[in-house]
């Protein structure tokens, strides 16, 4: 982890830059890929190396056409002009190539900044400048939304037909105890074979920020 950019508790919105991962020697394997890029030489060469030929091929070609040349060596300038066609297409492909790492290493370097998802909280800061991430604990900042919450609840599967996508509800159980607009997401097609339950999650608005996230709360169908 190279830098941190924000603290425990602030907003952040989308896009945001959170921190930045070490990227110098991303930054020096760059500037390698750009000189290559960026460079013509090799085309320039294999282009003039071509042009040489083939010339000589038209003026074998033409002398054969009128007094009668060596058709061997109009065969060799032949061979020649495609070898040097092949060399040339070769450094054009060579230089494609290199203009695709540029770009390949350019997009590694835009995924060493870590921008926020999404408008929300910073609740978690995982790793510190210096600390180092590895595959299997990736995590660096955890952002969460506020301002809309998703609630899952667990129902009895006989009330499950009671609720439906798009079906307005009341939320109840927090501190003042208004009810809360709520509009169910989803309900699941499965009823859990031990318990008997089905999950419904609905979202309500929150942006007056009434309740914290992780608040139990009660679904009442209107």
Do not use: W
């Not at 425990?8 to 394997?29: F, I, N, P, R, S």
């Not at 010339?55 to 060596?73: F, K, V, W, Y």
């Amino acid at each position: 982890m190279q830098e941190v950019r924000v603290e425990l508790g602030q907003a952040v919105k989308k896009g945001e830059v959170l921190g930045t991962l070490d990227d110098d020697l991303l930054k020096a394997t760059l500037e390698i890929a750009q000189l290559k890029a960026n460079s013509t030489a090799a085309i320039d060469a294999a282009r003039a190396e071509f042009e040489i030929k083939d010339q000589r091929l038209n003026a074998l070609a033409e002398i054969n056409r009128t007094s009668g040349g060596s058709r061997e060596e109009l065969a060799r300038a032949k061979a020649d002009v495609e070898l040097g066609r092949a060399r040339l297409k070769s450094a054009q492909e060579t230089l494609a190539a290199d203009r695709l790492e540029v770009k390949r290493i350019e997009t590694q370097l835009q995924r060493r900044t870590i921008r926020s998802p999404i408008d929300g909280v910073i609740t978690e800061i995982h790793r510190e400048p210096g600390e180092f991430l590895s595959i299997t604990e990736p995590k660096v900042f955890t952002v969460v939304r506020l301002d809309r919450l998703r609630a899952k609840f667990y129902i009895p599967a006989e009330n499950a037909h009671r609720f439906s996508k798009g079906h307005r509800v009341k939320l109840t159980g927090h501190t003042d105890e208004k009810p809360l607009a709520g509009e169910v997401e989803f309900v699941s097609p499965v009823t859990h074979a031990e318990s008997g339950l089905v999950r419904v999650d609905v979202t309500f608005d929150n942006r007056d920020g009434r309740l914290r996230s992780g608040q139990r709360l009660t679904i009442n169908g209107e």
